[in-house]
């Protein structure tokens, strides 16, 4: 199991978090179009929308940031064997 700290200090990393954050943003505002498009173009957004827009963003870069740590993981296993 990896060590909690080794993991945290991963994801805390620089290219780690810029890495997410590209991610997140192409992802998030292409899914965000196609889920919210008819809210823009209709009557405006409501403050349950906003929150699901804000998820619809946090949920790429958690996964990116999880996939970064999982992989980097991996490599290093892979490396002492």
């Not at 008819?38 to 998820?55: E, H, P, R």
Request: glycine share 8%.
């Amino acid at each position: 199991m990896p060590d909690f700290n080794q993991s945290l200090a991963c994801a805390c990393h620089p290219e780690t978090v810029w890495r997410a954050l590209r991610v997140s943003a192409v992802i998030g505002t292409l899914l965000v179009i196609i889920n919210h498009y008819d809210d823009w173009s209709d009557d405006g957004m409501s403050n349950v929308n906003l929150f699901q827009i804000g998820l619809t963003y946090l949920v790429p870069y958690l996964v990116s940031t999880h996939g970064q740590i999982y992989g980097g993981r991996r490599q290093d296993l892979a490396k002492r064997k």
